[in-house]
T-cell receptor
Framework: AQSVTQLGSHVSVSEGALVLLRCNYS??????LFWYVQYPNQGLQLLLK??????LVKGINGFEAEFKKSETSFHLTKPSAHMSDAAEYFC?????????FGAGTRLTVKP | GAVVSQHPSRVICKSGTSVKIECRSL??????MFWYRQFPKQSLMLMAT?????????EQGVEKDKFLINHASLTLSTLTVTSAHPEDSSFYIC???????????FGPGTRLLVL
């Protein structure tokens, strides 16, 4: 079975500060990993995905994530937070189209 | 590309009635569509997976006779909540995957309120 764990249900940063959202996965086979963002009352928007190519994946809106097999991690980062980044972020693992989500991390950006 | 729409975005119905939610892939053929349910401040829970032209596969604990799923074409899947009750009130989100790859593209969601 595969699963993801997101460490920290709520992360608060100041505008302009580094954003770090943590995700660890568990999978018996090489996983496909995803980060999605959800704004209030909306669906999920794909930020980036890892599909066994480059371990450092760049996504939209300045986000990137690094796949570290030794640490079974896929943390999401952004060098400088913007107010518009405030949202709920979900890490997900998928194999054979069976996608499992983490519990989500709510990002708050303070002015 | 990879746009998924849902209709309606919000629906209020009386207890005992049925509600149909449509999920469409607008610019790609979705061989597989997924239906999720999301409670406030919680993650997404997969309800069922449907492949075009086949019966849906339901997750454990999801009543297939209550949540009817139809995937009649490569661009349309419908979820019908039959005999809705207040506990069915939730945010329902669909997603779609194309002919290859693991990526799921999500619709904007439908908020259902059963009175």
């Amino acid at each position: 079975a595969q699963s993801v764990t997101q460490l920290g249900s709520h992360v608060s940063v100041s505008e302009g500060a580094l954003v770090l959202l943590r995700c660890n996965y568990s999978s018996s086979v090489p996983p496909y990993l995803f980060w999605y963002v959800q704004y209030p009352n909306q669906g999920l928007q794909l930020l980036l995905k890892y599909t066994s190519a480059a371990t450092l994946v760049k996504g939209i809106n300045g986000f990137e994530a690094e796949f570290k097999k030794s640490e079974t991690s896929f943390h999401l980062t952004k060098p400088s937070a913007h107010m518009s980044d405030a949202a709920e972020y979900f890490c997900a693992v998928s194999r054979s189209r069976d996608m499992r989500f983490g519990a989500g991390t709510r990002l708050t950006v303070k002015p | 590309g990879a746009v998924v729409s849902q209709h309606p975005s919000r629906v209020i119905c009386k207890s005992g009635t049925s509600v149909k939610i449509e999920c469409r892939s607008l610019d790609f053929q979705a061989t597989t569509m997924f239906w999720y349910r999301q409670f406030p401040k919680q993650s997404l829970m997969l309800m069922a997976t449907s492949n075009e032209g086949s019966k849906a596969t339901y997750e454990q604990g999801v009543e297939k006779d209550k949540f009817l799923i139809n995937h009649a074409s490569l661009t349309l899947s419908t979820l019908t909540v039959t005999s809705a009750h207040p506990e069915d009130s939730s945010f329902y989100i669909c997603s779609a995957a194309g002919t290859s790859g693991e990526t799921q593209y999500f619709g904007p969601g439908t908020r259902l309120l059963v009175l």
